[in-house]
Protein backbone atom coordinates (compact mmCIF):
# COMPACT_ATOMS: atom_id res chain seq x y z
CA UNK A 1 0.00 0.00 0.00
CA UNK A 2 1.17 3.55 -0.93
CA UNK A 3 0.73 6.58 1.06
CA UNK A 4 0.00 9.64 -0.82
CA UNK A 5 1.00 13.26 -0.03
CA UNK A 6 -0.24 16.17 -2.28
CA UNK A 7 2.26 19.16 -1.98
CA UNK A 8 0.65 22.44 -3.58
CA UNK A 9 1.65 26.10 -3.75
CA UNK A 10 -2.02 26.30 -2.69
CA UNK A 11 -3.44 24.95 0.93
CA UNK A 12 -7.06 25.03 -0.21
CA UNK A 13 -6.43 23.52 -3.79
CA UNK A 14 -5.26 20.65 -1.80
CA UNK A 15 -7.68 20.66 0.74
CA UNK A 16 -10.32 20.72 -2.54
CA UNK A 17 -9.00 17.83 -4.81
CA UNK A 18 -8.17 15.77 -1.70
CA UNK A 19 -11.63 16.22 -0.82
CA UNK A 20 -13.79 15.78 -4.06
CA UNK A 21 -10.82 12.48 -5.10
CA UNK A 22 -11.44 10.92 -1.43
CA UNK A 23 -14.73 10.00 -2.23
CA UNK A 24 -13.52 7.40 -4.67
CA UNK A 25 -10.79 5.92 -1.97
CA UNK A 26 -11.48 2.44 -1.64
CA UNK A 27 -8.25 1.15 -0.07
CA UNK A 28 -7.25 2.38 3.48
CA UNK A 29 -4.06 4.24 3.04
CA UNK A 30 -3.02 8.12 4.19
CA UNK A 31 -4.09 10.84 1.88
CA UNK A 32 -2.51 14.34 2.98
CA UNK A 33 -1.44 17.53 2.09
CA UNK A 34 0.85 19.88 2.21
CA UNK A 35 0.26 23.64 1.18
CA UNK A 36 0.81 27.28 1.24
CA UNK A 37 3.43 28.86 3.37
CA UNK A 38 3.60 31.15 6.10
CA UNK A 39 3.92 34.67 5.73
CA UNK A 40 3.47 37.25 8.60
CA UNK A 41 1.79 34.40 10.61
CA UNK A 42 -0.61 34.46 7.41
CA UNK A 43 -0.71 31.02 4.73
CA UNK A 44 -0.03 32.52 1.13
CA UNK A 45 0.79 30.76 -2.03
CA UNK A 46 4.42 29.09 -1.94
CA UNK A 47 5.91 25.67 -0.74
CA UNK A 48 8.65 25.06 1.94
CA UNK A 49 11.22 22.03 1.56
CA UNK A 50 11.19 22.60 5.71
CA UNK A 51 7.34 22.37 5.83
CA UNK A 52 7.31 19.44 3.41
CA UNK A 53 10.01 17.68 5.09
CA UNK A 54 7.87 17.63 8.57
CA UNK A 55 4.78 16.80 6.36
CA UNK A 56 6.52 13.56 5.31
CA UNK A 57 7.90 13.12 8.67
CA UNK A 58 4.63 12.65 9.87
CA UNK A 59 3.15 11.14 7.13
CA UNK A 60 5.97 8.21 6.55
CA UNK A 61 4.86 4.96 8.97
CA UNK A 62 6.84 2.24 6.68
CA UNK A 63 4.34 2.38 4.07
CA UNK A 64 6.22 3.55 0.75
CA UNK A 65 4.76 7.52 0.19
CA UNK A 66 4.15 8.86 -3.18
CA UNK A 67 4.56 12.83 -3.33
CA UNK A 68 2.19 14.42 -6.12
CA UNK A 69 3.25 18.07 -6.72
CA UNK A 70 0.85 21.29 -8.51
CA UNK A 71 3.89 23.38 -10.27
CA UNK A 72 7.61 23.49 -10.56
CA UNK A 73 8.64 24.62 -7.70
CA UNK A 74 6.81 22.48 -5.23
CA UNK A 75 8.84 19.45 -7.31
CA UNK A 76 12.01 20.84 -6.58
CA UNK A 77 11.22 22.07 -2.87
CA UNK A 78 9.88 18.17 -2.42
CA UNK A 79 13.26 17.11 -3.75
CA UNK A 80 15.35 18.96 -1.14
CA UNK A 81 12.64 18.27 1.59
CA UNK A 82 14.09 14.48 1.02
CA UNK A 83 17.76 15.73 1.03
CA UNK A 84 16.39 16.49 4.96
CA UNK A 85 15.25 12.97 5.69
CA UNK A 86 16.89 9.99 7.07
CA UNK A 87 17.89 7.64 4.54
CA UNK A 88 14.65 5.44 5.54
CA UNK A 89 12.66 7.93 4.83
CA UNK A 90 14.07 9.20 1.57
CA UNK A 91 14.36 5.23 0.09
CA UNK A 92 10.71 4.79 0.56
CA UNK A 93 9.71 8.26 -0.81
CA UNK A 94 8.91 8.98 -4.69
CA UNK A 95 7.86 12.32 -6.35
CA UNK A 96 5.87 11.20 -9.34
CA UNK A 97 6.13 13.75 -12.28
CA UNK A 98 2.88 14.05 -13.98
CA UNK A 99 0.02 16.37 -14.63
CA UNK A 100 -1.30 17.11 -11.02
CA UNK A 101 -5.31 16.29 -10.62
CA UNK A 102 -5.04 13.69 -13.14
CA UNK A 103 -1.96 11.83 -11.53
CA UNK A 104 -3.73 12.00 -8.30
CA UNK A 105 -7.51 10.66 -9.41
CA UNK A 106 -5.26 7.43 -10.85
CA UNK A 107 -3.37 7.38 -7.69
CA UNK A 108 -6.21 7.33 -5.47
CA UNK A 109 -8.44 5.01 -7.34
CA UNK A 110 -5.45 2.24 -8.38
CA UNK A 111 -4.01 2.11 -4.88
CA UNK A 112 -3.58 -1.22 -4.30
CA UNK A 113 -2.34 -3.47 -0.74
CA UNK A 114 0.32 -4.81 -2.84
CA UNK A 115 1.65 -1.54 -4.26
CA UNK A 116 4.85 -0.07 -4.44
CA UNK A 117 5.15 4.00 -4.96
CA UNK A 118 7.52 3.02 -8.30
CA UNK A 119 4.64 0.51 -9.43
CA UNK A 120 1.82 3.26 -8.48
CA UNK A 121 3.86 5.86 -10.24
CA UNK A 122 4.26 3.49 -13.53
CA UNK A 123 0.56 3.08 -13.18
CA UNK A 124 -0.17 6.67 -13.23
CA UNK A 125 2.08 7.52 -15.78
CA UNK A 126 0.93 4.75 -18.34
CA UNK A 127 -2.77 5.82 -17.57
CA UNK A 128 -1.95 9.78 -18.02
CA UNK A 129 -0.38 8.83 -21.62
CA UNK A 130 -3.53 6.94 -22.58
CA UNK A 131 -5.63 10.15 -21.70
CA UNK A 132 -4.08 12.52 -23.85
Given at each position: MVDILVVSHSENLAKSAIE???EMKTEDFQLTYCGGIFDQNQKVFGSDPTLIAEKIEKTYHKNDLLIICDLGSSYMNS????????SEIEEHTLIHHGPFFESLLIAI???????????????ISLETKQMY
Open positions: LLSEMALSFLPVNNQEHFTAQQLSEL
